[in-house]
């Protein structure tokens, strides 16, 4: 099958396989992305700051998606040459698109967060296992 890269279904379509869209969703998409892009709306922060408002997150994942958003072009990470050196990272003009979706997302997440907890509650009530027979005398 031949297809057109032209033709407005396939280009820019997560939908398939080979499209580079797929690692930007990946990207923001990632719960840690998230956390941290929220974390950086109101201006710069030291990675120690950035620790302690995204609670739970480890130094290596916090480590790896600063990376990830930097290659990305999502964030700015500036290096000041003091003695010792601060390190601080921004949200870049690209990154900083991404506030009014990722803002409706956790919006959406505390209004329904009620929802989904009762529907996950009669999920595991009606899909537990039965309880398997036990054995009498032996």
């Keep these: 099958m031949v297809t057109n890269p032209a033709d407005p279904v396939l280009r820019g379509s997560p939908?398939?396989?080979d499209c580079p869209t797929r690692h930007i969703l990946?990207?923001?998409?990632?719960?840690?992305?998230?956390?941290?892009?929220?974390a950086?709306?109101?201006g710069t922060a030291r990675f120690s700051e950035l620790r302690r408002r995204v609670e739970g997150v480890s130094q290596k994942m916090?480590?790896?998606t600063l990376r990830?958003?930097?290659?990305?072009?999502?964030?700015r990470?500036?290096?000041?040459?003091?003695v010792p050196v601060r390190v601080e990272y921004a949200l870049t003009e690209a990154g900083r698109t991404l506030h009014e979706p990722l803002r409706a997302l956790q919006q959406w997440a505390i209004a329904h967060v009620g929802e989904v907890?009762?529907?996950q509650e009669a999920y595991d009530r009606a899909n537990r296992p039965a309880p398997a027979p036990t054995e009498r005398g032996a």
């Design 15 to 17: 939908y398939r396989a």
């Design 26 to 38: 990946d990207r923001i998409g990632d719960r840690w992305t998230v956390l941290i892009v929220g």
């Design 40 to 42: 950086l709306w109101d």
């Design 62 to 64: 916090l480590t790896q």
């Design 68 to 75: 990830a958003l930097e290659r990305d072009g999502l964030v």
């Design 77 to 82: 990470r500036t290096v000041h040459p003091e």
């Design 117 to 119: 907890a009762a529907s």
